[in-house]
């Protein structure tokens, strides 16, 4: 198969290096890609939301696969306007069409959702601009912390969860009045707070059969012992521990299952993945939140572990088949340890030369925002390069990626070093 992959990050080095890996990759090429992805295929300067420019690339070069990484595109309609296209409809898309992706690209529709199929997840409410004096209104009935949700895409950022009510409605005022996250906060979703640990959960599906990739753990904050601001991720770690067989049952039971249904009853095409960011509350799941993609750095954890065929699972999602696939995973833990900018995830300077890339041995390296510039690989994003380790022990593939963290260099480079501390024991 010739396949294209859109994405730039370390969820799509990871995505490009097992892809890479399948006899049933012919060719593959990834748009606009990185320094990493280029290992694997072939880079292409393409802009991902101009779906013109994606389908006339599709047509010169015979892609029979479509495989969307990042949420905005989906969000944008790429899958329906690639299946609508006369000159492109016969590739199979891996990604859901725009209303499958609303479970990301808004929190309302995605809490209405999950509300009508009887899916647990926090209580809520949501509001504008308009309704903004009912939101200091209904902060006022709630107890601390509070959760923030900016309604659409705010490129992982638009979660705020507060301590003081007079904190928390500041940052409503800064979302819907400042319009802190621009569109994405022209409607603020604010819910009860869940006490309990995170874990997420990654479904694949062909919109009527479906199957559980491993789960991981990410790490969101910056700071050591998760303090400091949000990220788009500092780590991740799978298997994680306290999802036995027991809580993920339940996890299939009543969410995974009812969220097929539910798609399926709302007639909405859904070839993909389903990220759902789990709470486990007293040894019972909540949704937190979906997204209609893979997670990043979760990807970066995840893939290493699966040891079968992954585009022949992707073929057969396209197919609408699954159900005819077996995966096949190893049993090992997978720390991934993020490498990011200093200033990230505020302000941060991009350039600066990556060392240590060819010294890393005993953990897989994945570029995220790394590229190339005159036969050298310098910064260009926040997160930077993910290293993930695998062992049979979680505390000696905890210190590998440590150990080969500590190699790579570049300027104000930092990381956490905490990361799958709290799964020992």
Known sequence: MNILLLGSGGREHALAWKMEQSPLCKKLWIAPGNAGTQLCGTNVELNINDFDAVASFMV?????????????????GIADFVLQNPSTSHVQVIGPSAKGALLEGSKQFAKEFMQK??????????????????????????????????????????????????????VLKGMLKDKAFGKASEKVVIEEFLEGVE????????GKNWILLPEAKDYKRIGEGDTGPNTGGMGAVSPVSFADTEFMEKVKT????????????????????????????NGDPYVIEYNVRMGDPETEAIIPRISSDFVQMLKLMGEGNLNNYTLEVCPEFAVTVMLVSGGYPGSYEKG????????????????????????????SGGRVVAITSLHSSLEKARLQSMKNAAIIKFHQVNFRTDIGLDLQG
């Open 117 to 170: 199929y009887n899916i647990p997840t926090a209580a809520y409410r949501s509001f504008t601009a308009e309704s903004y004096e009912e939101g200091v209104d209904f902060l006022e009935t709630l107890a601390s912390p509070y959760v923030l949700k900016a309604d659409g895409l705010a490129a992982g950022k638009g979660v705020a969860i507060v301590q003081s009510l007079d904190g928390a409605i500041d």
């Open 352 to 379: 600066h030369e990556i060392s240590g890339l060819d010294h890393i041995d005993g953990s897989h390296v994945f570029y995220a925002g790394a590229s190339e510039r005159d036969e050298k690989v310098v910064t």
């Open 199 to 206: 874990v997420s959960v990654f479904v694949a599906t062909d």
């Open 254 to 281: 009543r969410i995974v299952q009812p969220t097929i249904d539910g798609l399926q009853k709302e007639n909405i095409p859904y070839t993909g993945f389903i990220f759902v960011g789990l709470m486990n509350v």
């Open 60 to 76: 010169a070069h015979h892609i029979d696969m479509l495989v969307v990484g990042p949420e905005e595109p989906l969000v944008n």
